[in-house]
């Protein structure tokens, strides 16, 4: 029994100095903490989490002041840090390490709440990290669509939110059709080829897998996947070549310990990863 005890202590001395190290600020660093009561940004508590998020807005104001703060004040010192350094490789470095973001999500928060603090801090900083409940190993880079594939994304998300949640969802057919009418042409046509989508929402409490894809190259080329389980959602992708970005959508209320998984099975696979509003 002795001996359980201090492989226990052991461990949580490690798990302790995970959660420290990653979430103890360096210098250029911003370290979100959002948990299911408040949230906090370089260890200072901005507000009550239920409260902040409950509006329609995208952005979180409080949060968006604070980050845009940050934002300037580092990027002074990144300034400062540039005109002292001659090495042209220094320099390179010293752009693509700071500023850097790290975000921490409790397992129990809903996605809304991940996609409004996600999409906050995306609007005021490019480099980010995201560490997942208790796990802070399993760090994700993601990295996100380059600008003229984002329009695309947007105005396809458009027309999943003028969408029923359950037509998204469940399988029918309506609102992809609403993508022949652009007039895309050349690159774009190849972007729109390369489209995937994946949605989650929850039908008598067990989550849906809704995927879908293009392989026409055309407009009006899009189907649907209807999957209810994990492990068919996975033998469809795995045979989805040519595919680099994808957008995924989540039900408001499903909680980050059942898509974060999601996340980082899509980001193993080297997928760029568009976050989109699905509602509920």
């Known amino acids: ?9 052991l461990f949580l001395l ?9 979430m103890t600020p360096k210098q250029g660093e ?43 004040n580092l990027g002074d010192e990144v300034l400062q840090m540039l005109t002292t350094e001659n090495d042209s490789v220094k320099r390179t470095q010293i752009r693509n390490d700071y500023p850097l973001v790290k975000i921490h999500y409790d397992s129990n928060v809903p996605y809304d709440v991940f996609y409004k603090s996600y999409m906050t801090v995306l609007f005021n900083f490019d480099s980010y990290q995201l560490a997942f ?4 190993k399993e760090i994700c880079w993601l990295h996100e669509p380059h600008e003229r594939t984002c329009l695309l994304y947007s105005f396809w998300c458009e027309q999943l939110n003028n ?18 009418n652009l007039d895309l042409s050349g690159d774009d046509l190849q972007l729109c080829a390369a489209l995937l989508s994946l949605a989650l ?14 392989e026409t190259g055309r407009t009006d080329g899009f189907r649907i996947d209807v999957f209810k389980e994990e492990k ?7 045979k989805k070549t040519g595919y680099s970005h994808l957008t995924l959508r989540v039900q408001n209320d499903i909680l980050v310990k059942d898509f974060a998984p999601i996340i980082k099975k899509l980001n193993s696979y080297g997928y760029q990863i568009k ?6």
């Open 201 to 214: 929402g929850k039908k008598d409490g067990n989550l849906v897998y809704v995927v879908s894809s293009n």
């Open 133 to 136: 409940g208790s796990n802070y």
């Open 275 to 280: 976050f989109a509003a699905l509602g509920n």
């Open 232 to 238: 068919c959602l996975w033998e469809f992708i795995e």
């Open 30 to 72: 911003v370290v979100l903490d959002v948990g299911v009561d408040e949230y906090s940004l370089n260890g200072k508590i901005l507000g009550k989490t239920a409260t902040d998020f409950s509006d329609d807005d995208v952005l979180v104001d409080s949060f968006n002041i604070e980050l845009k703060k940050m934002r300037e």
């Open 1 to 9: 029994m002795r001996l359980i005890s201090l492989f226990a202590l």
């Open 14 to 22: 490690v798990a302790c100095n995970e959660e420290k190290e990653f």
């Open 163 to 180: 969408a029923k949640l359950s037509d998204v969802l469940f399988g029918t057919n309506r609102f992809p059709k609403t993508l022949a």
